[in-house]
């Protein structure tokens, strides 16, 4: 059985308004982004390969992410929290990986509290998108 990992939701908005809505919405809760990758953009770039606009969000709360460094500096590696934003047919995808999920591959209990905390802020945010029809 697959281990989940992922916090989903499906958004009738468009891909740049979901884009710019998360944004928003992470803010609201707590979270700044750091990086962009814009995943379509480079593997055209990079291997000539087409696909669905793709961009991969590292989003960080920096209070929640000093708790878990100062837990376990090794936990530097899983972070920031990766929020993705990808067309789907008839809809927008806006995933997070779920910060429970890195608290379970750090196997360190002291994480257990900051990765919760953090999955009800991401969801938060993720829920603030208009569902898909």
Not at 61 to 69: M, S, Y
Not at 76 to 96: D, F, H, Q
Request: net charge negative; proline share 6%; hydrophobic share 50%.
């Amino acid at each position: 059985m697959p281990v989940e990992y992922a916090i989903t939701v499906r958004t009738a908005a468009s891909f740049a308004e979901a884009n710019a809505q998360i944004r928003e919405a992470l803010k609201a809760v707590g979270f700044g982004v750091l990086t962009e990758i814009d995943v379509q953009s480079t593997l055209r770039e990079k291997l000539g390969e087409e696909m669905e606009q793709y961009v991969i969000l590292g989003a960080c709360n920096p209070p929640l992410a000093h708790r878990a460094l100062s837990a376990d500096r090794t936990v530097g590696l899983l972070l920031p929290c990766n929020v993705v934003v990808r067309a789907a047919s008839g809809c927008t995808i806006v995933e997070a990986l779920d910060p429970r999920a890195i608290a379970d591959i750090a196997g360190q209990p002291l994480l257990k509290d900051i990765a919760e905390d953090a999955a009800v802020r991401l969801r938060a945010a993720l829920e603030t998108l208009p569902p898909a029809r």
